[in-house]
Every structure is written in structure tokens, then in C-alpha cells.
């Protein structure tokens, strides 16, 4: 296609979208209004832009969680992926939103019995069908937290120097730069501008108040600002603590197997969203993720596969369940009930615990080990099942192996030349 594009693909379920064009252009789906044609179906979407500096391409939960979606984009620099869901992940999130109190009616079901979606807050409150006020509290208590101590905004991770400080006066935040000059000022926003990451909290595409609003935004939905006093601030184990919260995008980023996701506009502040880019792209592809099952890790059962390797061992994550970023990937005895030994292919990548399989500082060399890592979409953890039984990774051009064939509990498994032996067979089970 050509570039200098940006749209949505849709995908819809047992019927087709409906769509209109009025004398202002067409007309989307906005199944959040009870009366929209396309309300009782089934369907979701992700977004891309396509120019000359590449393809992005998201998953968006923005206004709602649906179909749950793998994005894949290849490259000559890599394939890179998201959007995974945990095992049963579209069935925790209806389930644990509807936990929530208050938030039930945000999940909207068909007289059939079936989930459409789980709306997100702000859709949802527009529709009558969540509290108008939910977030307000919060917001309150966060404001006033600057009436005696400053909020730092350093809004580009690249630009550590360029800071912006905020106080609040009455329900007014003044914002000043480095030299006390007021760059900014913003009155204190509504839940429905804290959902929606405008009106009070509407972004400019300047240098300087957009940045700023944006990064509001983003601590307001995470419930960071007013404990976190540089902002973006803290990390995803910091999301989420506030009391209100917002329960839509804290659940959401709980059932990605690799944490991230598009649950609101700024979501990609402190890279949280579920996003892929490829600057020479040559393809790419979404897929639809099993509405029972998934992809595994990072939940509380073990659906998912298991990969046998030299001596029926099965490829496991050192740590017992609880291996994270660093943990080695070695062979050990099949275990039923083991987590990190139910791994998925999402896309080229291998997953289990919510990360991925790596080869350790990205290496290319023979003996280069395996590792637990967060999930980057790099080179490093790109894999090809062959039909000779062995995994190989592209950019080393060499295969899993179990140095020297051997299959003791414990073997840290490596890449090397891929030769065809039994130290380099596996398959599914």
C-alpha cells in the first residue's frame, strides 16, 4: 500500500460493520451509543500510520477492550510484537472489571449472552453506564497536593534539562520553567478530562503544553501524582495505587502477557502501550487471540505449550515460577502444574511468565546462553520452529542447543551452530 497513510483495520465478528458517509466524511462505529447500528456486534480494531519513517501499528483499548489481539509488524530490523493476552485473558478482564464495585455496567453483553466489550470509563460514563464523578476525589486530593511542594515534569526522556515546575493556586496549576518564567497554566480537570486527556487536560502539539498535559494525564490515570513528585514517575509496579483508580486500564495491563496496552490517549508516556514500529517494514499482520486459552504466563493457570527438548525435558525458567527479567532458561523435568514451562508463539517470540525467550546481551556467538527477558521485539528474540525439530534464531543464525547433549536438571541451554543433533531437537506437546 502506499505510505502517508494512517487508519484503523476492523475486524468484526458473525456480521458485518456498518458504515456511513455524511457531506463531513464517514462515519465510525461508536458502539458506546446504545442507538449505533453496529452496537450488537462484535468487533475491534487497531490503528496504524505508514509514512517514510515506517510503520507503526497498535492494539487500542482506548475506547474498549473486545477481541484481544496479537500486532506484528517484520522488518529488516527485526520482528516485533504485541498484544498477547495472558491464558483466559478477555475472560479476567470481564471478570475482574465486573468485581469492581461500581463498574459492572461496563460490560456490555448481547441479549444472547454474549460480552461485547468492557467500555472504558469515559465511553462508558458517557453512555450512563458508569459513575460521571468516579475519579473525582482523587483528582481533588492530587491537585491540592501542590499547594505547598512543586511538581517536576520532565516531559522528554531524551532532554533531562528541560524541566517545567508546577504549583497549585485555588484550583489552578501554574506551571514555570527553569528561568521562573510561567509557561502554563491548568485548571483542575473532571474525571471525564482525566479519561479522555482533554478539555483542561487537551494537549497541544507544541513543546511545551502538550508535553506537560500529556504527562498530567498519564499520572492522573495511574494515580502517581500527588505521591510521585517528578512526573512521569515511578514504574508499573507504582500504577494503579490510588484510591479511586482507574480499575479499566489496571486490569487491562494485567492480563497482557508482556504488560502493555493502549488503555488510554497517553498510555505511551513511560512506553506502556502496546505498540510496534519498523522502520523498513515488509509486512505485518494481526492476530486474533483465542477467547478461552492464551498465551500463558503471567496468569494463574498453565494453558499454553510445552516444549520438550534432549531427554523429554522440558524447557523451564530457573526460579520456580517466579524467574523475571535475567532468570536462565534451562531443562528440568516436566511438570504439570509448572507455569514457566507453558510457553506461546506470539508471532516469532516465545513467551512464558509475561516475557520472552532472549539470547543474553543479544549475542551471536556459539555458547551465547538463554534468558528470561522483557519482551523488546528485538533480533535477540526472534524464533523460527524448523521442521527438523529445532528453533533457530535468525540473527545468529543458530539454534537452541544443550551444550556438549546434556540433559541434567539445570542445563542452561545456548545457540549454536545448528547441526541437526538430538542436543537441538524440540517439539510442542
Known amino acids: 500500500m502506499p505510505r502517508n497513510f494512517s487508519g484503523r483495520l476492523y475486524m468484526s465478528l458473525g456480521t458485518k460493520l456498518k458504515f456511513f458517509l ?56 527485526g520482528t516485533r510484537s504485541t498484544g498477547a493476552v495472558v491464558a483466559n485473558g478477555r475472560q ?28 472504558s470509563p469515559g465511553k462508558a460514563a458517557g453512555a450512563g453506564l458508569f459513575s460521571s464523578t468516579y475519579l473525582d476525589s482523587y483528582i481533588t486530593s492530587a491537585w491540592n497536593a501542590y499547594t505547598g511542594k512543586t511538581l ?55 513543546l511545551v503544553v502538550g508535553p506537560i498535559a500529556r504527562t498530567l494525564c498519564a499520572a492522573l490515570n495511574r494515580g502517581t501524582l500527588g505521591t510521585i513528585d517528578t512526573q512521569p514517575g515511578g514504574t508499573a509496579a507504582d500504577f494503579y495505587k490510588s484510591n479511586p483508580t482507574n480499575q479499566y486500564a489496571r486490569i487491562i495491563h494485567a492480563n497482557m502477557a508482556d504488560g502493555k496496552a493502549y488503555a488510554f490517549a497517553f498510555d505511551d508516556v513511560q512506553n506502556q502501550e502496546s505498540l510496534v514500529y519498523s522502520s523498513n517494514p515488509s509486512s505485518a499482520g494481526i492476530t486474533l487471540s483465542p477467547f478461552t486459552g492464551g498465551s500463558g504466563g503471567g496468569g494463574g493457570t498453565t494453558t499454553g505449550t510445552t ?18 527479567d535475567g532468570a536462565a532458561v534451562q531443562l528440568w523435568d516436566c511438570q504439570a502444574a509448572a507455569k514457566d514451562q507453558h510457553w506461546a508463539w506470539t508471532g516469532q517470540s516465545l ?55 546434556n540433559t541434567a536438571n539445570g542445563t542452561r541451554l545456548q545457540i549454536y551452530d545448528c547441526n541437526g543433533t538430538a542436543a537441538q531437537k524440540f517439539a510442542k506437546s
Not at 36 to 64: A, K
Not at 307 to 324: E, L, R, S, Y
Request: proline fraction near 6%; charged fraction near 10%.
Open 152 to 206: 517536576t515534569v520532565v516531559p522528554f526522556g531524551d532532554q533531562p534539562n528541560t524541566k517545567y515546575f508546577g504549583r497549585t493556586s485555588g484550583s489552578t496549576m501554574v506551571f514555570t520553567n527553569s528561568s521562573g518564567a510561567q509557561v502554563a497554566t491548568f485548571n483542575k480537570p473532571s474525571s471525564a478530562n482525566v479519561w479522555g486527556c482533554d478539555g483542561n487536560l487537551a494537549a497541544p502539539n507544541d
Open 307 to 324: 516444549v520438550i527438548g534432549p531427554g523429554g525435558k522440558c524447557v523451564d525458567v530457573a526460579g520456580d515460577d517466579t524467574g523475571g
Open 22 to 77: 455524511t457531506p463531513d466524511g464517514l462515519v465510525q462505529p461508536a458502539p458506546w451509543a446504545s442507538g449505533d447500528p453496529n452496537h450488537d456486534i462484535l468487533f475491534d480494531w487497531s490503528e496504524f500510520t505508514y509514512n517514510d519513517s515506517g510503520l507503526w501499528l497498535n492494539s487500542s483499548q482506548v475506547d474498549m477492550f473486545a477481541v484481544p489481539h496479537v500486532v506484528t509488524v517484520s522488518g529488516s530490523d
Open 351 to 405: 513467551t512464558t511468565l509475561g516475557m520472552c525467550l532472549d539470547v543474553a546481551g543479544g549475542g551471536t556467538a556459539n555458547g551465547s546462553v538463554l534468558q528470561l527477558h522483557n519482551c523488546t521485539g528485538n533480533a535477540a528474540q526472534t524464533w523460527v520452529a524448523n521442521s527438523n525439530g529445532s528453533i533457530s534464531n535468525p540473527q545468529s543464525g543458530r539454534c537452541i542447543d544443550a551444550p556438549s547433549g
Open 92 to 119: 479476567n478482564v470481564i471478570d475482574q472489571v465486573r468485581a469492581q464495585s461500581g463498574w459492572a455496567n461496563t460490560v456490555v453483553t448481547r441479549s444472547d449472552g454474549t460480552v461485547l466489550r468492557v467500555l
